[in-house]
């Protein structure tokens, strides 16, 4: 594209806790291999949240960075040799990628595990120096080489493809993770506890199963629709029922008086997870998701003894979870109203008060939108 600026707009973390300072930095040069990206939408989610307080560890990056690590980029230029993404499907300048951090694929986790997500020296988008160009903050993003990306099907809208940045790709690589273990199987009752992107996500996979019922428990009642919409067969609104005891209680009754053969954790609350605990049947699975955060609780750990259960955790994803997202939203377009997940647009000025409403939880998920900038 022969119309690419000299420099970008971007919003910076200068300080924790602080708003987003708007400056201007140089687009770098694009080197064999690497991908310059117009930005189109930027998710926030709970991570940016944490990002921004300084609860995540040094070695993902310390201010000032530009955040945001869910981007959907239409690609700007091409470097030398970038040909076509991951599954070998062709991409030129116009097409609408998704990408993964980049991992070292050196290490224990990228060569012996197989699971580059848990790469010991990852290079994290969204975590970077703002002159680097790596978050989704931005007008411009530098993809840089050696960075797995796929290009996003057409039919696929950017409303639907942002959740797939971060929570839908996360929830694929958890429920992998689940079905080494057994997975939902017919007559299961599953619970999903909280009903951010990360549980409605779970939700919507948990009711693509031969599971009896998909509950969800969490709020405020305008998430719980959506979880509706995509699946869920009953809903417990903690606004309205507040107390844990009557919620276990509802679950028991909604299960025959067993409780829930697998318990999906998506709240990041930390009280959730003893509550989750007392849900579960005997032999019943607990998956944790959600709890990203400095959430502790005390637990007494007979539970999992006297009930027999699993404790599965999972987090983030690599570029194989991004693909059968896609993938899975592609076959299903007709069915689910995907970009439900989009709640709201702002400018890239207004970043800082989408983190805000995010925090506040007034939406499900706020973009940065730069489509027409």
């Not at 949240?49 to 690609?75: D, S, V, Y």
């Not at 970009?339 to 805000?356: K, Q």
């Not at 499900?364 to 939108?369: E, G, V």
Request: hydrophobic share 40%; aromatic share 8%.
């Amino acid at each position: 594209m022969s119309d690419i600026p000299k420099k970008a707009k971007v919003m910076v973390t200068e300080q924790y806790n602080e708003p987003f300072v708007l400056k201007e930095v140089d687009i770098p040069e694009v080197k064999a291999g690497d991908i310059l990206v117009k930005v189109q939408l930027a998710g926030t989610c709970g991570t940016d949240i944490h990002e921004h307080a300084g609860h995540l560890p040094p070695h993902l990056g310390t201010a000032p960075f530009i955040q945001g690590h869910e981007t959907i980029g239409k690609i700007a230029k091409l470097g030398e040799g970038v040909v076509h993404d991951v599954a070998g499907t062709p991409v030129k300048e116009g097409d609408r990628i998704l990408w993964a951090h980049q991992f070292c694929g050196e290490c224990y986790a990228c060569k012996i595990m197989a699971e580059p997500y848990m790469c010991e020296k990852p290079q994290g988008y969204g975590f970077a120096a703002p002159e680097r160009l790596r978050g989704g903050f931005a007008e411009y993003e530098l993809v840089t080489a050696g960075t797995d990306f796929v290009r996003i099907p057409d039919i696929v809208t950017d409303e639907a493809a942002i959740g797939v940045g971060c929570a839908f790709r996360t929830v694929i690589n958890a429920f992998e993770k689940l079905n080494k273990h057994g997975g939902i199987i017919a007559g299961d009752n599953v619970v999903v506890q909280g009903c951010g992107p990360v549980g409605l996500y779970s939700a919507l996979m948990a009711a693509n199963t031969a599971a009896s019922k998909v509950i969800v428990v969490g709020s405020p009642a305008t998430r719980l629709e959506v979880a509706k919409k995509w699946g869920a067969t009953d809903v417990i609104n903690i606004d309205e029922v507040t107390d844990a005891a009557e919620r276990d209680k509802m679950i028991k009754d909604m299960t025959d008086g067993r409780g829930a053969d697998v318990v999906i954790e998506c709240s990041g609350f930390g009280p959730a997870f003893t509550e989750g605990c007392n849900m579960l049947a005997k032999t019943g699975t607990y998956l944790i998701v959600g709890m990203t955060g400095p959430a502790k609780v005390e637990f007494m750990p007979n539970i999992f003894l006297n009930k027999q259960l699993t404790m599965i955790g999972s987090g983030s994803a690599d570029i194989r979870h991004f693909y059968k997202a896609l993938k899975f939203m592609e076959s299903h377009w007709d069915k689910y109203p995907f970009e439900l997940i989009c709640s709201g647009t702002y400018a890239l000025e207004d970043a800082y008060e989408a983190l805000e409403n995010m925090k506040a939880g007034k939406e499900i998920k706020a973009c940065i939108d730069c489509r027409n900038r």
